[in-house]
C-alpha cells in the first residue's frame, strides 16, 4: 500500500516507492532538545520526509520527535545515512540496526549511503539484502559523482533511488542532472538554498520575481527545486523559516523565470568536492565511534 502524505506532492522512485517532494532536514543540529522540538514543529507544519544521518549525532533526537509528534509512523517518511567508517557489508549491517535503535524504529523508509569512499559497494550489498527483507523501503547513495556512480551500477543488483548531492543556483551540477534523468536516479539536493548565500538570498533579480508573487527569495528557489523535479530538504530551527521553507506549493514559477535562477550557475561549489583525494582521506580517517 501506497503512503499517504495530507495530499503533498511527491516523487516516484525508480522502484515504485512515492516520497515527499519537500522534506526537512536537521544537518548541524547539535542541540538534540533544539533538534527534537524543530522536527516536532515541521511536522505539525505538515512536513513528512525527515531526513537524518548517523554522523549528525541527532538520531536519537529525530526518534523521539517521531514518538511525540502526533503522527503515526506510517504517515512519515524517515531517511538515514550510513557513515564512511561503517562502509563493508557486515560494518553496515551493524549500523544500520544501531541506526534503527537510536530512531525506535523497525524499518526506514530510506536509506543512503553518505559519501562514496572505502568499501561502498560491499555497503551496498548489505543495503540491498535490507532492502529485500523490508526493513528499508528504498537505497540510495549521497555526493555520488557519475565515475561513481557508473562503479556502482557495474555491481550492483539494484539501482539507487536517489543522489542527494550538494546543488543550489550558485552550482548545479547539470552534468550530473542530465546522468540521474538518463538514469531514473531522483535528484536530492543538500543546502539547497546554498547555505544561506547571502550574495544569492540578495539577488536582485531573484528579488524581483518575490517581489511579484509575494513570496521571499528562499522561497522562490525552493520552488524552483521543485520544478525542476528535484526532491528537496531544506533545513531551520527557526519556527517561521521552517513554516515559510513549506509554504511554496501554492503557486508557480514561469520558464522564463526558471531560465533566470538557472543562469545564475557559476559551476562552483560551496562545499565538499566528493574528487579530493584530501576530503576523501579526511573521511576516510573520520570519526568511528557512531
Not at 536519537?60 to 550510513?82: M, P, Y
Not at 526506514?108 to 528499508?136: C, R, S, T, V
Not at 514561469?254 to 533566470?260: A, D, K, L, S
Request: net charge negative; with cysteine; aromatic share 10%.
Amino acid at each position: 500500500m501506497q503512503k499517504k502524505y495530507q495530499g503533498q506532492p511527491t516523487i516516484t522512485l525508480n522502484n515504485g516507492v512515492a516520497i515527499p517532494s519537500l522534506g526537512f532536514g536537521v544537518w548541524q543540529m547539535e542541540n538534540l532538545t533544539q533538534c527534537e522540538e524543530a522536527v516536532i514543529n515541521a511536522i505539525k507544519l505538515g512536513y513528512r520526509m525527515i531526513d537524518t544521518a548517523s554522523i549528525y549525532l541527532n538520531e536519537v533526537a529525530v526518534g523521539k520527535a517521531i514518538q511525540n509528534c502526533g503522527v503515526h509512523r506510517d504517515e512519515l517518511f524517515i531517511t538515514s545515512k550510513l557513515w564512511v567508517q561503517d562502509h563493508g557489508y557486515e560494518n553496515a549491517k551493524g549500523a544500520f540496526q544501531r541506526t534503527l535503535e537510536r530512531l525506535q524504529l523497525d524499518y526506514l523508509d530510506m536509506y543512503l549511503i553518505h559519501w562514496p569512499f572505502g568499501d561502498f559497494l560491499g555497503a551496498w550489498k548489505a543495503l540491498e539484502e535490507l532492502y529485500n527483507e523490508g526493513k528499508i523501503k528504498a537505497i540510495g547513495v549521497c555526493n555520488f559523482t557519475v565515475e561513481k556512480l557508473e562503479v556502482l551500477k557495474a555491481n550492483a543488483d539494484i539501482l539507487p533511488v536517489i543522489n542527494q548531492i550538494e546543488l543550489h543556483p550558485i552550482f548545479q551540477q547539470k552534468e550530473l542532472q542530465i546522468y540521474h534523468r538518463e538514469n531514473n536516479i531522483i535528484t536530492q539536493p543538500w543546502s539547497p538554498l546554498g547555505n544561506g548565500n547571502k550574495s544569492l538570498l540578495e539577488n536582485e533579480s531573484l528579488k524581483k520575481i518575490a517581489s511579484k508573487y509575494d513570496k521571499t527569495v528562499a522561497q522562490i528557489i525552493l520552488r524552483w527545486h521543485l520544478q525542476e523535479g528535484f526532491c528537496v530538504i531544506p533545513k531551520s530551527v527557526t519556527l517561521s523559516r521552517i513554516e515559510e521553507n513549506f509554504n511554496v506549493f501554492n503557486f508557480e514559477l514561469t520558464e522564463e523565470e526558471m531560465n533566470v535562477v538557472r543562469s545564475l550557475d557559476t559551476g562552483k561549489r560551496l562545499f565538499f568536492d566528493p574528487k579530493d583525494p584530501e576530503w576523501e582521506q579526511k573521511m576516510l580517517n573520520s570519526r568511528a565511534d557512531i
